[in-house]
């Protein structure tokens, strides 16, 4: 089993940049695929970035790409989200979750472990 703790969330202006960290816990860390997730108030969940395993492979969604980043920290059990030229449209919860599986890019059904998630608001 995993456990997910985010943070790094808060206000930004638009044009800015945070970085949100989410840490695990447990001793198989690297051996699961890790994404990030974000969902907007009345709108449904969705997709942001994900990181493979080993290969540090990475897969974002076309909203994101460019100007966010994902990466990760074996030997800290820590995945990070850059996020640069932030948009007001990107205001969210963000949550990092983890999944088992081989598959590239993971389905979303495969993210299994799921932290609370840290909230981002961009200001115009």
């Known amino acids: 089993q995993v456990q997910l703790v985010e943070s790094g969330g808060g206000l930004v202006q638009a044009g800015g940049s945070l970085r949100l960290s989410c840490a695990a816990s447990g001793r198989t860390f690297s051996m699961y695929v890790m994404g990030w997730f974000r969902q907007a108030p009345g709108k449904e969940r969705e997709f942001v970035a994900a990181?493979?395993?080993?290969?540090?492979?990475?897969y974002y969604a076309d909203s994101v790409k460019g100007r966010f980043t994902i990466s990760r920290d074996n030997a800290k059990n820590t995945v990070y989200l850059h996020m640069t030229r932030l948009k007001p449209e990107d205001t969210a919860s963000y949550y990092c979750a983890a999944a088992w599986t081989s598959g590239w890019p993971p389905s979303d059904m495969a993210y299994e472990y799921w932290g609370q998630g840290t909230l981002v608001t961009v200001s115009s």
């Open positions: 990181i493979s395993r080993y290969s540090g492979i990475t």
